[in-house]
C-alpha cells in the first residue's frame, strides 16, 4: 500500500516515514500544501496522511482543493488542535479521519488501515486464496499453517496481489501501490520479488498460486484462476 505523508516537521516526517516502511508501506513525503496538491493529485496513493499547519497552502485549503478536483483517495488529517470544532472543520473539507498531535504510532497506523479497507466493499482483515493466508493486521502470510517468512518488501507486493486476487495486476499498477516515488518503473525490481515470493508460496510443493501473464502481469489465483478468494 501507498501512502503521502503531508508534514512540514522534518523530523517527525522522517519518523513516520521509517516506521511506515517498516511496516510494509511505500511512503513518500511533502513537506508544503503546493508539493501535496501535485503529488496527490498525480500518483494513486491508496491514502493520504495530511497535517493541518503547513506552508504555502493549509492543510484544511488542500483537502478541499483535493475533493474539488475530484481526488477520492482517504485523508487522515493531522493537527495539534483538539477542539470539537476544529475537528468538525476538518472532517467538512473531505477528510476521512482525524487524529491529534501528539499521537501513537500503533493508533495512527490502526486508523491507515482501517481507512484502506473502506471503498464499495468492506476490505477484509484476513485474506484466504487456496490455502494460502494472508494476515493483514499482522503483515504475515502462511501457507497450509506454515509461515512464509516473508521480508517487508515481499509481504507489501504479497498483499496488494492477494487483495485483487483472481484479476491479472500489471506492472505499473503493482509500480504505483508497492513501491515509492523513488522506484525506477523500468527496473527488473518487481521480477525479482515475484521470483521470490512464488519461491516462498509455491515452492514447497501444492498447487502453483502465483501465475505469469505475459504480456499483462500477474495473478494470485489456484490454477484454473476461477476460485474468488475467501474473506474474513
Known amino acids: 500500500m501507498r501512502v503521502l505523508v503531508v508534514e512540514d516537521d522534518r523530523r517527525l516526517a522522517t519518523v513516520l516515514q521509517r516506521w511506515l516502511r517498516e511496516h510494509a508501506w511505500a511512503v513518500d513525503v511533502a513537506a508544503d500544501g503546493a508539493s501535496a496538491l501535485v503529488e496527490a493529485t498525480v500518483n494513486p496513493y491508496d491514502v493520504v496522511v495530511l497535517d493541518v499547519m503547513l506552508p504555502n497552502g493549509d492543510g484544511l485549503s488542500v483537502c478541499r482543493e483535493l475533493r474539488r478536483r475530484g481526488v477520492r483517495t482517504p485523508i487522515l488529517m493531522l493537527t495539534a488542535r483538539d477542539t470539537v470544532r476544529d475537528r468538525v472543520a476538518g472532517l467538512d473539507t473531505g477528510a476521512d ?36 493466508v494472508v494476515e ?28 485483487n486476487a483472481g484479476r491479472v495486476v500489471g506492472r505499473a499498477e503493482l509500480s504505483e501501490h508497492v513501491w515509492d516515488a523513488n522506484h525506477d518503473p523500468a527496473s527488473n525490481a518487481i521480477e525479482v520479488y515475484i521470483n521470490r515470493i512464488r519461491k516462498k508460496v509455491d515452492g514447497a510443493g501444492g498447487e502453483p498460486l502465483i501465475h505469469t501473464r505475459r504480456g499483462s502481469g500477474y495473478l494470485l489465483a489456484p490454477a484454473a484462476g476461477s476460485a474468488a478468494p475467501a474473506a474474513r
Open 136 to 163: 493483514t493486521h499482522a503483515q504475515r502470510a502462511t501457507r497450509g499453517g506454515r509461515d512464509l517468512g516473508l521480508t517487508t518488501k515481499e509481504y507489501a507486493m504479497l498483499e496488494y496481489l492477494a487483495r
Open 97 to 132: 479521519d482525524y487524529l491529534t498531535k501528539p499521537f501513537d504510532l500503533e493508533e495512527l497506523h490502526a486508523r491507515l488501515r482501517a481507512l484502506t479497507r473502506r471503498g464499495p466493499e468492506l476490505a477484509p482483515g484476513t485474506i484466504a486464496v487456496a490455502n494460502l
